[in-house]
């Protein structure tokens, strides 16, 4: 390919820069997708500061609680507003985590598989659905939607009747033994900076139990794990060439192909994305359960979806962001944990769910009209 | 040498049984501006696609520099230098500018797995070509959307000579512009081809192709009527040659018997 090099370095001096920065940055702001969430999560933080600000919600243990709660949504929330961005949904996210359940813990606790090698069964299986979700969207051209319900009465029934012929039961306890002196398992299932909370513990800083140890142990793992993926995510999107391309086939997937993105390529590398998301999602939950439940994740798809929404990714792709998905999940996780500090009744939750993504939805598309409208 | 960069001789098209191109044949030097005319259907959209890579011709070859070509993919044609604007643009209005003009082609820098998209470089690359279409993008980071018309036609027609267009294929670049959107763009054109381009202009508009084209292929239901030199015919020869010429005659004489009928 022929690239003509220009000299770039003739326009430095040439006012560029200053130009730039006549931009407000209240405009800037305006511009960038989470900018709703981000509104959001201060009003939520506000509302139960008021509320249930001294209950004990805002307290170590209480905060850990309702940050593992946003933690774990947001790690498949990531996942989901990527693969949004690119233009697809994923509706088998829920019935990957109950897959990947199984998958851990059958082979490990019938088959006998040390615990490390059936976590890296359950991630294989994962790529695997994932690829055969991708591959179905991309070379049939149906609707992620259809491809991906399929998917999620397909896996959630293969769940249940793989582990009710092998097992006889609907559950696969028996897995906390196995956790110690896995060289893998440790990755979702140690507390860390557990020093520090020893620590504040010891200075009479937070509350302890009876015995004299911290209520508050550590910083969980899922957590560990949604600040990693948020900032990978955030860095793939927006720092490298494949985030072009993942907008670029969101955005408009005939323009990117004419132009030479690898849309295909890309759509099906989100799709294992979301697959493996799930399975981070299911060993996390698992190992620190100790058990494999056939119904685990069930809905989850829906509230990822929710969580990215909320965060500013449009449902028709091309727009949205990480920042903003791991904001929605810290709204909804607070508030599915803030409201048992309040007097309302936790059935409200839904009810603030579904109302919180209309809400963003209207506002999205407020944006969007902006960000594309012409002089 | 020969003095044509690129040649399409006999190229012909069949879709089953429908004959979409017979025989169409066109050359093209350097810094030539070749306007293809043609009415709907004319088989103007298959001739763009055949000479992008999409179609393979039925019949007949395609020389550039002298050598035989046979394009497998679009991606060929666009290696060689046959840069393809389709009508819509190739361009994703929630994008950034920058993110636009190297969609597919992202500069690169870091160490390898580390690679990072090298966003300041392509923000200055693409600041400064639009600057000199004259465009002034005060940011390159605002979204494609807030463009007009015939800006983002430039950012596409730009995006092409950048990666290496030898050989523009323009199609319909001014058919969803007002008078001045259009006249911003077909001078963009003029000056490409003063650089040393070929550009095919496709066009159902004899009043914009007219005055910026060197030659006219007119294309009339799958077949090139001819190419003629802009001193060898006028503007009216040119409109009346498309298929709507003869029906406006047409129009224009039952109006006229309409007229005389009421009159009387």
């Known amino acids: 390919m022929s690239v003509k090099s220009e000299s770039i370095k003739s326009k430095k001096d040439s006012g560029q820069d200053e130009r730039l920065k006549k931009i407000s940055p209240l405009r800037v702001l305006l511009n960038r997708p989470e900018l709703g969430a981000l509104g959001g999560s201060i009003l939520v933080f506000i509302f139960f500061g008021i509320v249930a600000g001294d209950t004990g919600m805002f307290s170590a243990y209480g905060t850990l609680n309702f940050l593992d709660v946003s933690a774990n949504l947001g790690i498949i929330a990531i996942a989901a507003a990527m693969l949004m961005i690119g233009g697809e949904f994923d509706l088998s996210i829920g019935s990957m985590i109950g897959f990947a359940g199984i998958c851990i813990a059958i082979p490990a606790i019938y088959w006998g598989w040390p615990l490390w090698t059936s976590i890296i069964f359950a991630f294989a299986m994962a790529v695997l659905i994932g690829y055969f979700n991708g591959i179905m969207v991309v070379k049939t051209g149906l609707p992620s939607f259809i491809v991906t319900l399929a998917m999620l009465f397909i896996l959630r029934g293969a769940t249940l009747a793989i582990t009710r012929l092998i097992t006889g039961r609907t559950q696969v306890p028996g897995l906390r033994v196995l956790i110690e002196d896995d060289p893998i398992a440790w990755l979702f299932a140690t507390d860390t900076f557990q020093w520090l909370f020893t620590w504040l513990g010891s200075m009479k800083l937070i509350a302890l139990r009876t015995d004299g140890t911290p209520l508050a142990t550590g910083i969980p793992p899922s957590v560990i794990w949604f600040i990693a993926l948020t900032l990978f995510a955030t860095w793939i999107l927006m720092k490298t060439r494949y985030g072009n391309w993942i907008f670029a086939s969101g955005g408009d997937k005939v323009g990117a192909t004419n132009v030479g993105v690898p849309v295909g390529r890309v759509k099906i590398s989100l799709f294992i994305g979301t697959a493996v998301a799930s399975t981070i999602f299911a060993c996390i939950q698992v190992l620190d359960a100790g058990s494999a439940d056939t119904m685990r994740g069930t809905l989850k798809e829906l509230e990822a979806i929710a969580a990215a929404v909320v965060g500013g990714c449009l449902l028709t792709g091309g727009y949205g962001s990480a920042i903003g998905a791991a904001l929605g999940a810290i709204i909804f996780g607070t508030v599915s944990m803030g409201i048992f500090y309040t007097d309302v009744d936790t059935d409200w939750f839904k009810v603030f769910l579904g109302a919180m993504m209309l809400i963003a939805v209207v506002f999205n598309n407020y944006i969007r009209k902006k960000v594309t409208e012409t002089k | ?264």
């Open chain 2, 1 to 264: 040498m020969s003095e044509y960069l690129v040649q399409f001789n006999n190229i012909s098209k069949f879709f089953g049984k429908v004959i979409a191109l017979k025989d169409v044949t066109m050359k093209l030097k350097k810094g030539e501006i070749m306007c293809l005319l043609g009415d709907n259907g004319a088989g103007k959209s298959t001739l763009i696609k055949t000479l992008a890579g999409v179609h393979k011709p039925d019949e007949g070859e395609i020389i550039f520099e002298d050598q035989k070509i046979v394009f497998d993919s679009p991606r060929d044609a666009l290696d060689i230098g046959i840069g393809t604007v389709y009508q819509d643009l190739a361009l994703v209005s929630l994008m950034s500018v920058t993110r636009n003009f190297f969609m597919g082609r992202e500069p690169q820098k870091g160490l390898p797995f580390f690679k990072t998209f090298d966003i300041e470089k392509a923000n200055t690359i693409a600041a400064e070509r639009m600057g000199q279409i004259g465009i002034d993008v005060r940011d390159p980071s605002q979204a494609v959307g807030t463009m007009s018309g015939g800006e983002r036609q430039c950012l596409a027609i730009s995006r092409a000579i950048y990666f290496g267009a030898k050989v523009l294929v323009l199609d319909e670049p001014t058919s969803a512009l007002g008078v001045h959107q259009a006249s911003m763009v077909l001078k963009y054109i003029v000056k490409a081809a003063s650089q040393g381009l070929a550009v095919i202009l496709i066009t159902h508009n004899v009043h914009h192709a007219y005055p910026v084209g060197n030659s006219f292929t007119v294309l009339n239901r799958g077949k090139s009527m001819g190419t003629f030199q802009k001193k060898d015919i006028s503007r009216e020869k040119l409109l009346s040659m498309m298929a709507g010429g003869e029906e406006l005659d047409k129009l224009e004489v039952e109006l006229k018997e309409m007229d005389r009928i009421e009159n009387n």
